[in-house]
């Protein structure tokens, strides 16, 4: 589903270039939970970034379902970015001003969806993070955790075929974080692939493999889940 | 609320904007409507000032100017024809039948009475006039109507009444068969006219060209029977009458009267021209109209433009508006960026979920446009108080100091595209934040 070979991400200053990512391969197949690790500064965001198409990359190649994700226009990249990826972040990033109905709807009205259908994705997905009788409440009557079940509910109202999380449970205590965590594997088990960047091992553990970022380049792959040791991580590097 | 249209998505999406920064919306439409504001009360006025006075027929009506000097001053071959004819070359070319209609005028002053009730007689402006007048100008009646062409040549002693002249001498009963006293004289009032006052009062230019027609007017053809100078307006002799008499003042080569024709086709104009090109001729071997020559014939617009109603301070002053609209339109792109770089988070997290540069920008523009349209309103409201403030101050400037629809509404789409121009840069800006840029900072 996602393959990205020998792909590299420079940041380039007046003085300095700094190699984010170098010669980075990796291939994810369709349903997979993959957790993304490796200390800070070792390119992991990076590595979502240009998943997620939110960042070009500067060589090598990545392919999202058989298309290739090279240079593709602001047009092209949005669709895509709409359509087939949700997005979880550490800090929720939902819209103070718009209540969580509203908060649903942004990437659906971009979809160009009717209003019946925007609604009843809207609703199905915050009856899916157990949210549907707080439509009306603004972000900032809801506790860290919910917030981030409106940001997941909002990232799989549109369907898409891959969710990328970066430290999902980063901002919320550990009781909020294993709820978040139960419901990112329930969606996982519905087929909708994850990677997933983290600094926590409990939440690594919980993926289904494990890719390990160090200097750019993805360093080890060690998998926590028993039936994990039995497949090897499919590192192209 | 659920909204389909993107338009409408974006415009509650512009309001909850206005809404989140209340202070420097307020600013910013304060600064579009003041220079909106200033720029449509100078441009309220201009406009009028130039409009056509007489649309249906400034294509087909003319006035005329005869290159008419008795001598050549050295060093001033060129110089411009006479606006105003002699009452002789007036006559020749009131026989001519290549206009379809024409009309002599010019003004004098009279006192008025009802003979036949106690109203207290007036000095009011009075005008005589062929009854050409009337058509050509497009001259509204309120009772009866113009005298006809046989009554002109008849001499009949008949006269039309303004409203103003009607209500003061009959209280604005239907007076049409009654008598008026006039300068000594006893009319048959034959109509009364509506209100009329076509801005500028292109066909009298040589006094207050501002003004409505006032008092009354009488036939043409009376000028030498009752022996009535031109005492209002312009004129000028260019030699001394030979005699004492009013004759002598008719014969002399005195320019006092307005003459315009209409010449509804290219081929009448053209013979018309001819014909004034032939008199001139003719006239030289009389020992007139020497030097070069220079007959003009001007349409209505082209009479205006000649006579430059609209002088150098009018434009002057629109620079100065158009200048102040653009200082204000600079606080307002300070503003925009002001407002725009605050919501960068925002910008890029709509980014991430999907929203392309093409759509951001539109939402942007939607937002700017309903400022400019606020603006607008505002400028609109600020300007009827200009120009509210400048009847004040020049009661001549009555009928000029009014807005119609066609300047509200351009006013509202200066002041949209105006603000659309100046927040285009801040709003492009704002659109090319990279969408993960924003994203870790929340």
């Given at each position: 589903?996602?393959?990205?070979?020998?792909?590299?991400?420079?940041?380039?200053?007046?003085?300095?270039?700094?190699?984010?990512?170098?010669?980075?391969?990796?291939?994810?197949?369709?349903?997979?939970?993959?957790?993304?690790?490796?200390?800070?500064?070792?390119?992991?965001?990076?590595?979502?970034?240009?998943?997620?198409?939110?960042?070009?990359?500067?060589?090598?190649?990545?392919?999202?379902?058989?298309v290739d994700m090279f240079g593709l226009d602001d047009d092209d990249s949005s669709k895509i970015r709409n359509e087939q990826i949700g997005f979880i972040f550490q800090s929720f990033n939902l819209m103070p001003d718009l209540n969580l109905f509203e908060n649903v709807d942004v990437p659906l009205?971009?979809?160009?969806?009717?209003?019946?259908?925007?609604?009843?994705?809207?609703?199905?997905?915050?009856?899916?993070?157990?949210?549907?009788?707080?439509?009306?409440?603004?972000?900032?009557?809801?506790?860290?955790?919910?917030?981030?079940?409106?940001?997941?509910?909002?990232?799989?109202?549109?369907?898409?075929?891959?969710?990328?999380?970066?430290?999902?449970?980063?901002?919320?205590?550990?009781?909020?974080?294993?709820?978040?965590?139960?419901?990112?594997?329930?969606?996982?088990?519905?087929?909708?692939?994850?990677?997933?960047?983290?600094?926590?091992?409990?939440?690594?553990?919980?993926?289904?493999?494990?890719?390990?970022?160090?200097?750019?380049?993805?360093?080890?792959?060690?998998?926590?889940?028993?039936?994990?040791?039995?497949?090897?991580?499919?590192?192209?590097? | 609320?659920?909204v389909d249209s993107n338009l409408a998505y974006d415009l509650q999406l512009a309001l909850n904007s206005v809404k989140k920064t209340p202070v420097l919306s307020a600013l910013m439409v304060a600064a579009i409507g003041i220079g909106i504001g200033a720029c449509m009360t100078i441009i309220t006025?201009?406009?009028?000032?130039?409009?056509?006075?007489?649309?249906?027929?400034?294509?087909?009506?003319?006035?005329?100017?005869?290159?008419?000097?008795?001598?050549?001053?050295?060093?001033?071959?060129?110089?411009?024809?006479?606006?105003?004819?002699?009452?002789?070359?007036?006559?020749?070319?009131?026989?001519?039948?290549?206009?379809?209609?024409?009309?002599?005028?010019?003004?004098?002053?009279?006192?008025?009475?009802?003979?036949?009730?106690?109203?207290?007689?007036?000095?009011?402006?009075?005008?005589?006039?062929?009854?050409?007048?009337?058509?050509?100008?497009?001259?509204?009646?309120?009772?009866?109507?113009?005298?006809?062409?046989?009554?002109?040549?008849?001499?009949?002693?008949?006269?039309?009444?303004?409203?103003?002249?009607?209500?003061?001498?009959?209280?604005?009963?239907?007076?049409?068969?009654?008598?008026?006293?006039?300068?000594?004289?006893?009319?048959e009032v034959v109509g009364v006219m509506d209100h009329f006052k076509p801005l500028p009062k292109y066909f009298e230019f040589d006094s207050g060209v501002f003004e409505e027609i006032s008092g009354a007017l009488v036939p043409f053809s009376l000028t030498p029977v009752i022996e009535l100078m031109?005492?209002?307006?312009?004129?000028?002799?260019?030699?001394?009458?030979?005699?004492?008499?009013?004759?002598?003042?008719?014969?002399?080569?005195?320019?006092?009267?307005?003459?315009?024709?209409?010449?509804?086709?290219?081929?009448?104009?053209?013979?018309?021209?001819?014909?004034?090109?032939?008199?001139?001729?003719?006239?030289?071997?009389?020992?007139?109209?020497?030097?070069?020559?220079?007959?003009?014939?001007?349409?209505?617009?082209?009479?205006?433009?000649?006579?430059?109603?609209?002088?150098?301070?009018?434009?002057?002053?629109?620079?100065?508006?158009?200048?102040?609209?653009?200082?204000?339109?600079?606080?307002?792109?300070?503003?925009?960026?002001?407002?725009?770089?605050?919501?960068?988070?925002?910008?890029?997290?709509?980014?991430?979920?999907?929203?392309?540069?093409?759509?951001?920008?539109?939402?942007?523009?939607?937002?700017?446009?309903?400022?400019?349209?606020?603006?607008?309103?505002?400028?609109?409201?600020?300007?009827?108080?200009?120009?509210?403030?400048?009847?004040?101050?020049?009661?001549?400037?009555?009928?000029?100091?009014?807005?119609?629809?066609?300047?509200?509404?351009?006013?509202?789409?200066?002041?949209?595209?105006?603000?659309?121009?100046?927040?285009?840069?801040?709003?492009?800006?704002?659109?090319?934040?990279?969408?993960?840029?924003?994203?870790?900072?929340?």
């Amino acid at each position: 589903m996602l393959i990205m070979k020998g792909v590299s991400k420079i940041y380039r200053t007046d003085l300095i270039e700094t190699h984010a990512l170098r010669d980075f391969s990796v291939e994810i197949s369709a349903g997979d939970f993959v957790a993304v690790t490796g200390p800070s500064g070792s390119g992991k965001t990076t590595l979502l970034n240009i998943a997620g198409l939110l960042e070009s990359f500067d060589g090598g190649t990545y392919e999202l379902d058989s298309v290739d994700m090279f240079g593709l226009d602001d047009d092209d990249s949005s669709k895509i970015r709409n359509e087939q990826i949700g997005f979880i972040f550490q800090s929720f990033n939902l819209m103070p001003d718009l209540n969580l109905f509203e908060n649903v709807d942004v990437p659906l009205r971009y979809r160009g969806f009717k209003a019946a259908e925007r609604k009843r994705r809207i609703e199905e997905s915050l009856e899916r993070v157990g949210l549907s009788g707080r439509m009306k409440h603004l972000p900032s009557q809801l506790s860290g955790g919910q917030q981030q079940r409106v940001a997941i509910a909002r990232a799989l109202a549109g369907d898409p075929k891959l969710l990328l999380a970066d430290e999902p449970t980063g901002n919320l205590d550990s009781l909020m974080a294993r709820q978040v965590l139960d419901l990112l594997d329930d969606i996982n088990r519905a087929g909708t692939t994850i990677v997933m960047v983290t600094h926590d091992d409990e939440l690594a553990r919980r993926a289904r493999r494990n890719v390990h970022v160090l200097d750019g380049k993805v360093d080890d792959g060690t998998s926590y889940h028993s039936q994990q040791a039995e497949r090897p991580i499919e590192v192209m590097a | 609320m659920l909204v389909d249209s993107n338009l409408a998505y974006d415009l509650q999406l512009a309001l909850n904007s206005v809404k989140k920064t209340p202070v420097l919306s307020a600013l910013m439409v304060a600064a579009i409507g003041i220079g909106i504001g200033a720029c449509m009360t100078i441009i309220t006025i201009f406009y009028l000032m130039t409009a056509n006075p007489n649309p249906d027929n400034s294509e087909e009506i003319y006035t005329y100017a005869l290159h008419n000097h008795l001598t050549v001053t050295e060093g001033q071959e060129d110089e411009r024809p006479r606006l105003m004819s002699t009452y002789r070359d007036a006559l020749y070319i009131l026989e001519s039948d290549i206009p379809t209609d024409q009309s002599v005028h010019y003004q004098s002053w009279a006192v008025y009475r009802n003979s036949e009730d106690g109203v207290n007689p007036f000095w009011e402006l009075y005008r005589l006039v062929t009854p050409g007048f009337f058509s050509l100008f497009d001259v509204p009646f309120l009772y009866g109507g113009a005298w006809t062409q046989e009554q002109e040549d008849s001499k009949v002693m008949v006269i039309v009444l303004t409203r103003e002249t009607n209500d003061r001498l009959f209280g604005g009963e239907n007076s049409v068969g009654r008598t008026v006293e006039a300068g000594g004289e006893f009319y048959e009032v034959v109509g009364v006219m509506d209100h009329f006052k076509p801005l500028p009062k292109y066909f009298e230019f040589d006094s207050g060209v501002f003004e409505e027609i006032s008092g009354a007017l009488v036939p043409f053809s009376l000028t030498p029977v009752i022996e009535l100078m031109k005492n209002s307006g312009g004129r000028s002799c260019i030699e001394t009458p030979e005699g004492d008499d009013f004759q002598s003042y008719l014969d002399a080569e005195c320019h006092w009267l307005h003459h315009w024709v209409r010449l509804p086709t290219p081929e009448k104009r053209e013979a018309f021209a001819e014909m004034l090109d032939n008199y001139s001729l003719e006239q030289r071997r009389f020992g007139r109209f020497q030097g070069p020559f220079n007959n003009r014939l001007f349409n209505l617009m082209e009479w205006l433009e000649y006579l430059e109603i609209v002088d150098g301070t009018m434009t002057m002053l629109i620079g100065v508006a158009l200048m102040f609209l653009i200082v204000c339109l600079l606080n307002t792109n300070a503003l925009l960026f002001a407002k725009f770089t605050g919501r960068s988070a925002e910008v890029s997290l709509k980014r991430a979920l999907g929203c392309s540069k093409k759509r951001l920008l539109r939402q942007h523009l939607v937002e700017i446009g309903l400022v400019g349209l606020v603006g607008g309103a505002l400028g609109l409201l600020l300007a009827l108080v200009g120009l509210a403030g400048i009847k004040l101050l020049l009661t001549d400037m009555d009928d000029l100091a009014n807005m119609n629809t066609d300047l509200v509404a351009i006013a509202i789409t200066a002041s949209i595209i105006s603000t659309l121009i100046a927040g285009l840069y801040p709003a492009w800006r704002t659109c090319q934040i990279a969408p993960a840029k924003y994203l870790k900072s929340q």
